[in-house]
């Protein structure tokens, strides 16, 4: 989803500020500089690899009890609540604009082929990102949606391509992933044996032992590519 259908944009700036603010508000008294080291460690979970959680999708009311943890402060569950509602819903009051001819793209291959969406999802889960899709009218182009809050998984495990393909009836090698992360998409698609399109519109560095089917720098050259496939 992200940097494929939408362009990447980050609320997590805006989440630290809304988190310390309540801790503030609820007559928690810390320093700003030592909770932003904590959320930034524990909020994003950066002192771990995927490999090391096993690819397990990692709730918003996790994160939010790790940042707490860190700095010991306990709040009522009512709070953490209220927090995560915060959090998940923020895309909804700022959302991320759609890439160049991601609409064009769709239009052009719903009527053909299934179209599935698979995404990790973070903080902000499949539900919310729904409402954004219908909102920028596009929801009604995918058949599938597989969010890793849904499955508890974050690609590039197998099951998360394995949903969709399963919903349609479809082997590996009669399907192609398009996505921007090396790691996640394209690896997490050749180890399932689909085929694969690197979104590059970054000029990003190929890694070695990952090399995508396909490059591409807009979405909308997946058109030709499928059209020339089938």
């Not at 008294?29 to 995927?50: G, I, Q």
């Not at 719903?110 to 179209?115: E, G, I, L, N, S």
Request: contains cysteine; hydrophobic residues 35%; charged residues 25%.
């Amino acid at each position: 989803m992200w940097n494929t259908l939408f362009s990447n944009k980050s609320y997590s700036e805006l989440r630290l500020t809304q988190f310390f603010d309540f801790l503030q508000q609820k007559q928690k008294f810390l320093s700003f500089e030592k909770f932003e080291e904590a959320y930034h460690s524990k909020f994003h979970f950066s002192e771990v690899t995927f490999e090391e959680i096993e690819f397990r999708h990692i709730y918003t009311e996790e994160r939010i009890l790790k940042v707490l943890e860190n700095i010991g402060v306990q709040v009522p569950l009512s709070d953490i609540d209220i927090l995560k509602g915060r959090f998940e819903s923020e895309m909804l009051n700022d959302p991320p604009p759609l890439k160049i001819g991601v609409k064009k793209t769709l239009e052009a291959l719903a009527p053909d082929y299934h179209v599935g969406l698979i995404s990790n999802t973070g903080v902000t889960p499949g539900k919310t990102i729904n409402k954004v899709l219908e909102e920028y009218n596009i929801l009604q182009y995918f058949d599938s949606m597989v969010y890793s809050d849904e499955t508890g998984l974050f690609k590039p495990h197998q099951k998360m391509f394995e949903i969709p393909l399963d919903k349609f009836n479809c082997q590996p090698e009669n399907a192609i992933h398009i996505g921007d992360m090396l790691e996640t998409d394209i690896k997490g698609a050749k180890d399932y044996k689909m085929k694969n399109i690197w979104i590059n519109d970054r000029d990003s560095p190929k890694l070695t032992g990952i090399i995508p089917d396909y490059e591409i720098k807009q979405i909308s050259e997946v058109i030709q590519i499928i059209q020339d496939l089938s």
